[in-house]
């Protein structure tokens, strides 16, 4: 069964640093998330895009955050600047919404630690 | 501003019984309701989804209700075993237009042999 992959599955960086998660949706989908979950709380949206740009962002994705596309698998996410409140799982996540199915398959996560 | 909530308790019964989540909004129209379950240190994983013009959904041991006029859904799990024992979290469409989903906190719920 066709799953979504991210790699690292664990990242500890020092405050300041820039970081790259990577993400493989599944490979017929043309919808893609990020979301993040600090321990303990909600699984809170970050970002969907689609067609090669941003469908829409919340209030926390703000400019210290970025995503692309940069080949026909791949899907990052940027953080420009990690603040040790940045430390917390983030969840890639992607749906085949063309076929009228809103369902999305999630990734197994990365575990950003920002000390 | 939007808001989901779900029984902040955790929902513990008995294997066998039926376990009932329960799943409030305000301030949304959302034009689908979905349920996904998630097990610790995992990613969420989908479940059931049910659209504004539909009164119930089932997927074998799952049901899920959801009344736009209340803003609830229900989500069942009949003959509950202790597999089923994760977190069960209700995600909303953002109602934007675009593709944001809104979720909620979870509800725990443990199943007892």
């Not at chain 2, 929902?11 to 949304?28: D, P, W």
């Not at chain 2, 240190?41 to 997927?59: A, S």
């Amino acid at each position: 069964e066709p799953e979504v992959t991210q790699t690292p599955s664990h990242q500890v960086t020092q405050m300041g640093q820039e970081v790259i998660l990577r993400c493989v949706p599944i490979s017929n989908h043309l919808y893609f998330y990020w979301y993040r979950q600090i321990l303990g709380q909600k699984v809170e949206f970050l970002v969907s895009f689609y067609n090669n740009e941003i469908s829409e962002k919340s209030e926390i994705f703000d400019d210290q955050f970025s995503v692309e596309r940069p080949d026909g698998s791949n899907f990052t996410l940027k953080i420009r600047s990690t603040k040790l409140e940045d430390s917390a799982m983030y969840f890639c996540a992607s749906s085949d919404v063309t076929s009228g199915v809103y369902e999305q398959y999630f990734g197994p996560g990365t575990r950003l630690t920002v000390t | 501003s939007q808001k989901i909530e779900q029984n902040s308790e955790a929902l513990n019964i008995q294997e066998g019984k039926t376990a009932t989540l329960t799943c409030n909004y305000t301030n949304y129209s959302p034009a689908y309701l979905q349920w996904y379950r998630q097990d610790p240190g995992r990613g969420p994983v989908f479940l059931l989804l049910i659209r504004e013009n539909e009164k119930e959904k089932r997927k074998e041991r799952l049901k899920v209700t959801f009344d736009t006029t209340l803003k609830q859904s229900l989500f069942h799990i009949t003959a509950s075993q202790p597999a089923d024992s994760a977190t069960y979290l209700c995600a909303l469409d953002g109602g934007t237009g675009g593709f944001k989903t809104i979720f909620g906190a979870g509800t725990r719920l443990f199943v007892k042999a």
